[in-house]
T-cell receptor, first 112, second 113 residues
Framework: NAGVTQTPKFQVLKTGQSMTLQCAQD?????MYWYRQDPGMGLRLIYY???????DKGEVPNGYNVSRLNKREFSLRLESAAPSQTSVYFC???????????FGPGTRLLVL | AQSVTQPDIHITVSEGASLELRCNYS??????LFWYVQSPGQGLQLLLK??????LVQGIKGFEAEFKRSQSSFNLRKPSVHWSDAAEYFC???????????FGKGTKLSVIP
């Protein structure tokens, strides 16, 4: 039981490049989330998926797209990376009726 | 507006000393409250949570927190800090039935041997 896993752990991009961050959970959770963490800002919600087949915007969705591929996987895509997207990205999940979210180890992204 | 405030950006304590990290929230109803800890380069680990009932909740690693409705606070405490407690601590809340977890900006804890 690995919990929430994220790939890659670290990535360097040039401005304008695209990439997809992958997240998977093996806890049979319905809901999944993408956050970004910036110094002094805490974690801010980018997008979430309440259940398979649905996605919704969070607090800071601009510049990102998401796909809930199946119940296990929730990916975050940057179509044209910008330096302002340099951050640490966390994926999280929780089960139906469960308030506690479980976090992955994070992906550190540097956009030059 | 719904928000959570952690007034202390950085706290330094000596090993063995007591610790209290402050958290205040702004929300129209009783929130679900959480404390998470993040060690350097790691993800977030849940320390404890409060949903209802007893306002003093016990968590992992010897931490506890007390919900005070009158003060809109959920402060985290530990009677004796260990060097391994050095980390960043995040208070967070959500509303009943809400998918949104709102985080404070975090308090970094340094421990002096």
């Amino acid at each position: 039981n690995a919990g929430v896993t994220q790939t890659p752990k670290f990535q360097v991009l040039k401005t304008g490049q695209s990439m997809t961050l992958q997240c998977a959970q093996d806890m049979n959770h319905n809901s999944m989330y993408w956050y970004r963490q910036d110094p002094g800002m805490g974690l801010r919600l980018i997008y979430y998926s309440a259940s398979e087949g649905t996605t919704d915007k969070g607090e800071v969705p601009n510049g990102y797209n998401v796909s809930r591929l199946n119940k296990r996987e929730f990916s975050l895509r940057l179509e044209s990376a910008a330096p302002s997207q340099t951050s640490v990205y966390f994926c999280a999940s929780n089960g139906q009726g469960e308030e506690t979210q479980y976090f992955g180890p994070g992906t550190r992204l540097l956009v030059l | 507006a719904q928000s959570v405030t952690q007034p202390d950006i950085h706290i330094t304590v000596s090993e063995g000393a007591s610790l209290e990290l402050r958290c205040n929230y702004s929300y129209g109803a009783t929130p679900y409250l959480f404390w998470y800890v993040q060690s350097p380069g790691q993800g977030l680990q849940l320390l404890l949570k409060y949903f209802s009932g007893d306002t003093l909740v016990q968590g992992i690693k010897g931490f506890e927190a007390e919900f005070k409705r009158s003060q809109s606070s959920f402060n985290l405490r530990k009677p004796s800090v260990h060097w391994s407690d050095a980390a960043e601590y995040f208070c967070a809340f959500s509303g009943a039935g809400s998918y949104q977890l709102t985080f404070g900006k975090g308090t970094k804890l340094s421990v002096i041997p």
